[in-house]
């Protein structure tokens, strides 16, 4: 693990590999641990930075206001690269989005896996499945807030929980308690939002994008990746991966590794 100051917080990172710079962001249930299945291949390639975004695992997130996109440009600024590819998933896909809007000359391209986009809006649907699937939770209740989280999201409304690798639950629980502790901080924080938001924004992205979901996840993030291949220009949509959910480079590591390889070339 690395550290280092990017707009007065201390981040944390890990690097591996040389050649052209390939940023990972994780997912907002996560922190940077998810991005172990793609690290090894990426870095036979490219220089691969994995940073924790602030607040979020090892970084700092002191009582400043600040912009997660900011940070990401700023990271870049830090470690004296002048434009990287981003990679993201989820709340990390909302963020590479973000960055490659507010800052376009940083970024070279965006890979999106599972994505959110700020401003867009969950569905009736998706509130009826959270709330057939989870219900309340005591949001003090890291553990079971952590348990419900990864009910909905890794293991996905379609499957059972028998039907997941316990693993990869009990590493996602561990990984989303920690998450939800991070979240809870940064509401005490003035967290910039990108205005106008990403979602009707999308058509404005000028760099190669790649996008793609687990076909187990929530049906909204299968719509959202539709939505991105329609309005940024050239976007390349690949199929659904069969029998994964939203920690999709995790979970399947192998087809998330081949996509990556080939776009990024």
Known sequence: MHKITVNGAVLAYDEAGTGSPVVLLHAGIA??????????????????????????????LPPTPFA????????????????????????????????????????????????????????????????GLVGEVDPDDFAAGAAGEVRFWVVGPGRQPADVDPGLVAFAQEMDQRALAAEL?????????????????LGELRVPVLVTAGAADVPDISRLADRIAAEVPGAVRLPDVPDAAHLLPLERPEPVNAALLDFLS
Do not use: K
């Open 31 to 60: 922190d940077r641990r998810m991005w172990r299945g793609q690290v090894p291949a990426l870095a036979a390639r490219h220089r691969v930075i994995v940073p924790d975004l602030r607040g979020y695992g090892d970084s700092e």
């Open 68 to 131: 997660h996109h900011d940070d990401v440009a700023g990271l870049l600024d830090a470690l004296d690269l002048p434009r990287a590819a981003l990679v993201g998933c989820s709340f990390g896909g909302s963020v590479a989005i973000d960055t490659a809007l507010a800052h376009p000359d940083r970024v070279s391209a965006l890979a999106l896996f599972d994505t959110a986009v700020s401003g867009n809006e969950w569905s009736d649907e998706a509130n009826d499945l959270w709330d």
């Open 185 to 201: 901080a940064l509401g005490a924080v003035e967290v910039g939002e990108l205005s106008p938001p990403a979602i009707g924004r």
